[in-house]
């Protein structure tokens, strides 16, 4: 797995890192695979989640669109696939992902999967947001970046 990209923004990224041994994206050829990501502040090294379900969603879509661009991509608008998983999955969350969609892929509609589970990774996480984007012109770019 050397030839392939981590990428771990700081804050709850390299925390999360530490604490758990795992990584907020990876680059596999052409496409960032983006862990799932909840309802955090992307720069605070704890993990406080706004309690209301929407602003939990708002939130969870920012820290994704964060997630992207730290690891080299554009954000939202290079997303074809969404996989979310909600505690509980009811129609306010729906909802909320819907509202979301629109505002940060007004162009475009992914394929989406949306799961209700028990619990999620965190006490408070009400949502997880895992997506796969699109992102040739940057893979080009890391591939010529020398690793350090």
Excluded at 6 to 32: E, F
Excluded at 46 to 53: A, G, K, L, R
Excluded at 129 to 135: F, G, H, T
Aim: aromatic fraction near 10%; include cysteine.
């Amino acid at each position: 797995m050397a030839d392939l990209q981590y990428y771990n923004y700081p804050g709850v990224g390299t925390t999360n890192q530490k604490l758990y041994s795992y990584s907020q994206a990876v680059r596999v050829g052409d496409t960032i695979h983006c862990a799932g990501q909840g309802g955090w502040q992307p720069d605070r090294e704890d993990q406080v989640f706004p309690t209301e379900i929407n602003q939990q969603i708002d939130q969870a879509f920012k820290t994704v669109d964060h997630n992207l661009k730290h690891a080299g991509g554009k954000g939202w608008s290079q997303v074809f696939r969404v996989n979310s998983y909600h505690v509980p999955l009811n129609n306010e969350a729906i909802a909320a992902m819907v509202r979301n969609f629109k505002k940060w892929m007004p162009d475009h509609q992914p394929i989406w999967t949306c799961v209700g589970v028990p619990r999620l990774g965190e006490d408070d996480m009400r949502v997880e947001i895992e997506v796969q984007a699109y992102d040739p012109e940057g893979a080009k770019t890391a591939r010529e970046t020398p690793k350090v």
